[in-house]
C-alpha cells in the first residue's frame, strides 16, 4: 500500500490510516483497563484474605491471653477463699475456673483449621482437667473447714506440674501464631508487591497508548479545529444570547413592577408640591364666588348689575371646578385606555399645573406650532411624561431660570431619528436654561436607576419611564445637550390621523345645543348626602322632570318596583353600597331602565365597573346635566321610543 493510498479518505472525508490507529489504539486501551482492573481486583483479595489471617491470628493470641489471666484470676479467688472461708469468694473462684474451660473450648473452635496448634490445644486441655482437680480438693477442704489443709495443699499446687504445662502449652500457641502472623504478613507484602509491579506495567503501557491517542487527537484537531471553534463560539454566543434574554425578562419584569409603584408615588409628590399653590388658587376662586354672590345680593333690584355679578360668582366656580378635575385625574392610580389627543392643547392646558409645580423662580414658556396635530396616547401618562420633564429641567437649573416646551410637526424618514418610522410625527422638546450634561452622561441618562441628583433626591426611573412610554408609542427620544448652555429632551410621537372622541361628560365641555330629552322623564336620585341629593331634585324638577329622591342604595329595589322608573341617577360613592354595585345587585330589574353615575371622584371603584353608562361629572350645570340625561337615555333601547313619544 502507496503512503497516498494510506492517506486517501475514507467515504466519510477521514483518513483511512488514523480511523485503523484509532481502533488499535482503542482496542489495546481497553486491554489494559481489563488487565489493570483484574491485577487490582486481584491483588485486593489477596490483601483481603491476608488481613483476615492477621485478625485470625491477633483473636488467638488474645484469647490465649484472656485464658491466662481467667486461669490466675481464679486461683487467686481460690487463695482468698481457702483463707477467709468466705464462700461467696469460693463461688467466684468456681465462676472464673469454669470461664476458663469455655474459653479453651473457643480457642479450639477459632484454631481447629490449624492441625499444628490442635494436639497444643489437647495438651492444654488435658492440664487443665488435671489442674482443675487439684484446686477442687483444696476447695473441698476449705468447704469442710479443713483450713490448715487446704492451705497446705494451696501453697503445694502453686508448684503443681499443671500450672506449669498449662503457662507453658499458652506460651507456645502465642509464639507460633506470632510465626504465622509474621509469615502471613510477608506473603501479603509479597502479593501487594507483585501487584504493584504489574500495575506499573500496565501504566506505562497505558500512557504509552494515552501519549499516541494525544498525538493522533493533535493531528485530529489541528484539522478540524477552525470549523470546531467557529461552532464553540456560536454555541457560547447563543448561550450567551439567552441568558441575556432572560436576564433582561426578569429585569423587565422587575423594573414594571417598581414602575407602577413608583409612578403613582411621582404624582402624589407632584400633588404635594401643589397643595400650597392650590389653596392659593382656591382662595382667589371661593373670593370671586362669594363676593360675586354677595354683591349680586345687594344689587337685586338692578338685574343686570345681579347678573353681572352672577356670572362672575359662576366663573369663579366653574375655574375651581376645573382645577379639582385636573387634581383628581393627575392622582388617579388607574391608566386610561390611549385616545387621541391634541398635545398643542393639552400643553396648554398644562400651565397653571406647571407654574404651581415648578415655583415661581422658573419662568415657563410654551410655543405651540402643532397645526391641530394628534397623537394616540394615555392622557395621564402623556401629561405625567411631560410634568417629569419639567421638573428634571427645574432640577438642572437648581430651581431657578427658564424652562421652554415647544410643540410642532416633523414629518420623518425610516431611521431619521431613532427607531421612528417614515411617516408625520408630533415633537414635544422640553428646553432648560441649566447646567447642560456630558456626552458621557447622555448616553446613560435613559439607564434604570440611574441619576446625576444627589441621594435622596431623584429615582433614576424618570427618563427610563419616559423613554419606556415612548417607545410603547413606537416614537423615540432625543437629547441634546451643552455644558454650561442647557438640554432639550425631544420626544417623537406618531401623529394620530382617526378624530378625537371624549370619553366622559363633563360640565366643562357641555354644549349648550346638545340633545335635549323630549319627554318629562320619571328619575330616580340615589345620593346619600341630604344636601347634594336637594340640589340635584330641584335642578331636576327645573328640567320637567319627575324625581324619586332615594338616600340609601339598599332602599333602591323597592322604590323602582312601586314607581315606573325611566332613569336611575346615582352616586358613586355610598357609606354601605357603592353605586355600580347597588346597578349590579338590581340585575335584570332594570333591563330596560337608563343609568346614569354622577361623582366628584370615584375612589377605589374601578373605571371598568362603569360599564357602558354614562358618568357625570361634580360640579355640573343644568345644560351639562340635561345633555347626559338626553345621551343615557339615548343609549338604553327601550327608552329611546318613551323619548320619542
Known amino acids: 500500500m502507496t503512503r497516498d493510498e494510506r492517506d486517501a479518505p475514507a467515504p466519510g472525508g477521514w483518513p483511512a490510516w488514523r480511523t485503523i490507529t484509532l481502533v488499535a489504539m482503542a482496542l489495546l486501551g481497553a486491554a489494559v483497563l481489563i488487565a489493570l482492573i483484574l491485577t487490582l481486583g486481584s491483588a485486593n483479595r489477596e490483601r483481603d484474605a491476608a488481613l483476615r489471617r492477621q485478625t485470625h491470628s491477633y483473636d488467638v493470641m488474645i484469647l490465649a491471653r484472656t485464658l491466662a489471666g481467667t486461669i490466675a484470676r481464679s486461683e487467686a479467688s481460690l487463695g482468698r477463699y481457702v483463707i477467709s472461708g468466705d464462700k461467696q469468694l469460693g463461688q467466684l473462684y468456681f465462676d472464673e475456673w469454669q470461664q476458663a474451660g469455655g474459653q479453651i473450648d473457643r480457642l479450639d473452635q477459632i484454631t481447629d483449621d490449624n492441625v499444628e496448634q490442635q494436639p497444643r490445644i489437647d495438651r492444654l486441655r488435658d492440664a487443665y482437667e488435671t489442674r482443675g482437680k487439684e484446686l477442687s480438693l483444696i476447695a473441698l477442704s476449705t468447704n469442710y473447714k479443713l483450713n490448715e489443709q487446704a492451705l497446705a495443699r494451696y501453697y503445694k499446687a502453686r508448684k503443681a506440674a499443671s500450672l506449669t504445662e498449662i503457662n507453658a502449652e499458652l506460651d507456645e500457641i502465642i509464639d507460633r501464631e506470632h510465626s504465622l502472623l509474621d509469615e502471613r504478613t510477608a506473603t501479603a507484602m509479597a502479593s501487594v508487591d507483585r501487584s504493584s509491579r504489574i500495575a506499573g506495567v500496565l501504566a506505562i503501557f497505558g500512557i504509552l497508548i494515552v501519549l499516541g491517542a494525544i498525538a493522533l487527537g493533535w493531528l485530529t484537531v489541528k484539522a478540524i479545529g477552525e470549523r470546531a471553534l467557529a461552532r464553540a463560539d456560536a454555541d457560547a454566543a447563543q448561550e450567551r444570547a439567552v441568558e441575556l434574554a432572560a436576564a433582561v425578562a426578569q429585569a423587565t419584569d422587575e423594573l414594571r413592577t417598581q414602575e407602577a409603584k413608583l409612578r403613582q408615588a411621582q404624582k402624589m409628590d407632584a400633588v404635594g408640591q401643589l397643595t400650597g399653590g392650590i389653596a392659593h388658587d382656591f382662595n382667589n376662586m371661593l373670593a370671586v364666588v362669594l363676593g360675586g354672590l354677595e354683591l349680586a345680593q345687594r344689587s337685586?333690584?338692578?338685574?343686570?348689575?345681579?347678573?353681572?355679578?352672577?356670572?362672575?360668582?359662576?366663573?369663579?366656580?366653574?375655574?375651581?371646578?376645573?382645577?379639582?378635575?385636573?387634581?383628581?385625574?393627575?392622582?388617579?392610580?388607574?391608566?386610561?385606555?390611549?385616545e387621541p389627543i391634541g398635545v398643542g392643547a393639552l400643553v396648554g392646558g398644562m400651565t397653571n399645573l406647571l407654574d404651581r409645580t415648578l415655583g415661581d423662580a422658573i419662568t415657563v414658556t410654551t410655543d405651540d406650532r402643532s397645526q391641530g396635530w394628534r397623537v394616540c396616547a394615555d392622557r395621564l401618562q402623556l401629561e405625567n411624561a411631560i410634568l417629569n420633564l419639567a421638573v428634571n429641567a427645574r432640577d438642572a437649573m437648581n430651581g431657578r431660570g427658564t424652562l421652554g416646551i415647544a410643540v410642532a410637526c416633523a414629518t420623518l424618514a425610516a431611521g431619521e431619528v431613532g427607531a421612528c418610522a417614515a411617516g408625520d410625527h408630533v415633537t414635544i422638546a422640553v428646553a432648560d436654561s441649566g447646567e447642560g450634561m456630558a456626552p458621557e452622561i447622555v448616553e446613560r441618562v435613559f439607564e434604570p436607576f440611574f441619576t446625576t441628583k444627589p441621594v435622596g433626591k431623584g429615582t433614576g426611573l424618570g427618563l427610563s419611564q419616559i423613554f419606556a412610554l415612548v417607545r410603547q408609542l413606537d416614537g423615540d427620544v432625543?437629547?441634546?445637550?451643552?455644558?454650561g448652555v442647557g438640554t432639550t429632551v425631544t420626544l417623537y410621537i406618531p401623529r394620530e390621523s382617526a378624530p378625537a372622541h371624549a370619553a366622559e361628560v363633563s360640565s366643562a365641555i357641555a354644549d349648550p345645543g346638545s340633545p335635549r330629552a323630549r319627554a318629562a322623564l320619571r328619575v330616580l336620585v340615589v345620593e346619600d348626602d341630604p344636601r347634594v341629593l336637594a340640589a340635584t331634585s330641584q335642578a331636576l324638577v327645573e328640567l320637567g322632570h319627575h324625581v324619586v329622591p332615594c338616600d340609601d342604595p339598599f332602599a333602591a329595589g323597592a322604590l323602582i318596583d312601586a314607581h315606573a322608573i325611566d332613569i336611575i341617577l346615582s352616586d358613586v360613592l355610598m357609606p354601605r353600597r357603592t353605586g355600580p354595585e347597588m346597578i349590579a345587585a338590581l340585575g335584570d330589574r332594570i333591563a330596560a331602565v337608563a343609568v346614569l353615575y354622577v361623582t366628584g371622584f370615584a375612589g377605589e371603584v374601578n373605571a371598568s365597573e362603569f360599564g357602558e353608562h354614562g358618568v357625570l361629572r361634580k360640579p355640573f350645570t343644568l345644560a351639562a346635566l340635561e345633555q347626559a340625561i338626553a345621551a343615557a337615555v339615548a343609549a338604553t333601547p327601550a327608552q329611546q321610543q318613551i323619548a320619542a313619544e
Open 300 to 338: 337685586l333690584h338692578d338685574g343686570a348689575t345681579a347678573r353681572r355679578h352672577l356670572d362672575s360668582a359662576r366663573e369663579g366656580a366653574d375655574r375651581a371646578a376645573a382645577l379639582t378635575r385636573r387634581l383628581l385625574a393627575f392622582s388617579r392610580e388607574e391608566s386610561l385606555k390611549p
Open 478 to 483: 432625543d437629547i441634546a445637550s451643552t455644558p
